[in-house]
């Protein structure tokens, strides 16, 4: 179930890091900080998704990741109802693994955009914490599939005014409401609690090879 989640990636970039938004029922309300925030990480991102090797760009994308991307928030948020139950063993385990998962769908995700540039279109605050920027690919080549496309970035602000990226997706559909979907489904399906989040980490031991 779990591989799935990689065919699902390249509809979208960075989800990287995610609460089911419908952006025309929010308040539109332009945030500069958080445009600005997303449009540095666009611009640090470009050089490195043209680098000569896949391996390169792996890379890149994964100390991208690293820096602006709250893998801990996540890596709660996709256990849904389950993130209460963890045990702190299992959590030594699982999170690792997670950001581990995650990053290899992001590096998966990014390296179809090679080549592409893309710029802050919009932001929409839903509070003050938590603001969507919307992004699009900058001069498409006739016949991009993507070229209508809107990316979407989700922002965390905290109390001290620091971002981090929340989630990522596009047209609507975000990476992390899917894992949440996915992850859920494979604890229920194994017993729930204790030991269908076992069967989770199992599950994500195989997917990232270890």
């Known amino acids: ?51 000569a090797t896949e391996d390169e760009i792996f ?15 996540i890596s709660r948020f996709v256990l849904g109802q389950y993130a209460r139950q963890i045990t702190d063993e299992q959590k030594e385990e699982y999170t690792p693994l997670f950001r581990k998962y995650a990053t290899q769908v992001y590096q998966n995700t990014l390296s ?31 016949g991009d599939g993507f070229a209508n496309t ?24 975000w990476l992390a409401i899917e894992q949440r979907s996915q992850f859920t489904s494979v604890i229920a399906n194994n017993g729930g609690s204790e030991k269908g989040i076992d069967a989770l980490i199992a599950q994500l031991r195989e997917q990232v090879g270890e």
């Not at 540039?117 to 006739?142: A, G, H």
Request: charged letters at 30%.
């Open 1 to 51: 179930m779990l591989k799935a989640m990689k065919s699902f990636a390249p509809q979208f970039i960075l989800g990287v890091f995610c609460f089911g938004v419908v952006l025309t029922a929010a308040p539109a309300r332009a945030d500069d900080a958080a445009e600005i925030y997303v449009q540095d990480i666009l611009d640090e991102a470009e050089p490195i998704l043209d680098r």
């Open 112 to 142: 179809n955009y090679a080549g592409q540039k893309l710029e802050v279109v919009q932001s929409v605050d839903r509070s003050d914490r938590d603001i969507i920027v919307n992004t699009k690919i900058v001069d498409p080549e006739p």
């Open 150 to 173: 809107v990316f979407h970035w989700r922002v965390y602000r905290n109390r001290e005014g620091e971002m981090s990226v929340v989630d990522a997706g596009a047209d609507n559909v």
């Open 59 to 73: 890379e890149g994308v994964a100390e991208l990741v690293e820096k602006y991307v709250d893998m801990r928030r």
